[in-house]
C-alpha cells in the first residue's frame, strides 16, 4: 500500500487581523519547533493581507504557507485579485483553488479552477483542489457523480502528486459542527482515489484531504479512514490548541 505523508492544513478563511495573525503563526511555529519531527505536514493559508507577515513568523520551521486563491493569469487588469506568482514571490508554496465559498461567492466554476490549478503549477506552486457536494445533492444521491464531475474537470492534466492535493469538502459539513460519517467520507475518498489512478501515473500518490467540521475530538476517526490522507481545517485551525491536537493526531 502507498504510503501518503499526511497533511493538516489551516484555512483561517477572511479571519485575523495582523496582531492576532502572527501571534498564531507564532505560536505554531514555537510549537513546531519544539515537537521536533511531526508525523504530518503542516499548512496555514492565511488571507492574504498576512501572507507576508506569516510567511516571516514561520520561516525556518515546519509550518508551511499558502494561499487562499489565486488568478488564472500572472498579471494584468485585475483588480482586488492575487496573481500565483506573487505568492510564490512571497515564499508561499501551495494555494488553495476551488474552495466551496469562493465557488459559490465568486461563481467560480470547475474550469476556472483547473486554469487555477495550472496557474499555479506555473507558478512552482502545488494546488490545493477543493471538491464537495451541496446538501441538496446529497439528499438527490448525486455525492459521487457531483465530485468525480469536479475533479474531473478541475484538476488538470498536468498534475502530479507533488504539484497537487485534492480537499473533499461536502459543503454541507462546512462550518456547521456537522461532520460526514466515516461511510460517507470513505465512500467519496475511495471514489476520488479510483478516479485519480485511472487518470494519473501516481494517482495512489495524491494526497486526499478530508474538510468539513474537523475538530480534535473527530479528527483521529476522520484520519483513519483510508484514503483520508489529512484534513483542511477551518474554525478550529484559529485556534492554536486545537489545531495542534490535530496536528498531533497524525503523531
Ligand atoms: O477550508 C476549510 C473548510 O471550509 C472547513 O471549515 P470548518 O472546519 O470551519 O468547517
Redesign the pocket.
Known amino acids: 500500500m502507498t504510503q501518503r505523508r499526511p497533511m493538516i492544513a489551516g484555512?483561517w478563511?477572511m479571519n485575523c487581523l495582523r496582531a492576532d495573525g502572527i501571534a498564531l503563526a507564532t505560536a505554531l511555529a514555537a510549537k513546531a519547533a519544539e515537537k521536533g519531527a511531526l508525523g504530518c505536514d503542516v499548512l496555514v493559508c492565511p488571507p492574504a493581507t498576512l501572507l507576508s507577515d506569516v510567511v516571516a513568523a514561520t520561516k525556518g520551521s515546519a509550518v508551511m504557507v499558502g494561499g487562499q486563491d489565486c488568478h488564472v493569469a500572472t498579471s494584468g487588469a485585475h483588480t482586488g485579485d492575487v496573481a500565483a506568482p506573487m505568492l510564490a514571490d512571497i515564499g508561499a508554496g501551495y494555494v488553495?483553488v476551488g474552495?466551496?465559498?469562493r465557488r459559490a461567492d465568486h461563481d467560480e466554476s470547475s474550469t476556472t479552477i483547473r486554469l487555477k490549478a495550472i496557474a499555479a503549477h506555473d507558478a512552482g506552486l502545488a494546488a490545493v483542489v477543493?471538491v464537495g457536494e451541496t446538501e441538496q445533492e446529497r439528499d438527490l444521491g448525486a455525492t459521487l457523480a457531483v465530485v468525480n464531475g469536479q475533479v474531473a474537470v478541475s484538476v488538470p492534466g498536468g498534475a502530479t502528486a507533488k504539484n497537487t492535493i485534492i480537499?473533499y469538502?461536502p459543503v454541507w459539513?462546512?462550518?456547521?459542527g456537522r461532520t460526514a460519517s466515516v461511510a460517507e467520507v470513505a465512500e467519496v475518498h475511495a471514489a476520488i482515489r479510483a478516479e485519480l489512478v485511472e487518470r494519473f501515473e501516481d494517482g495512489d500518490e495524491f494526497r486526499i484531504l478530508y474538510?468539513?467540521?474537523?475538530?480534535p475530538s473527530n479528527a483521529a476517526e476522520l484520519l483513519a479512514v483510508e484514503d483520508v490522507d489529512g484534513a483542511?481545517?477551518?474554525?478550529?485551525?484559529l485556534k492554536v490548541d486545537d489545531f495542534w491536537k490535530i496536528i498531533e493526531t497524525c503523531a
Open positions: 484555512n478563511k488553495l474552495h466551496s465559498e477543493c480537499a469538502e459539513a462546512i462550518g456547521t474538510g468539513g467540521s474537523v475538530k483542511l481545517v477551518g474554525g478550529a485551525s
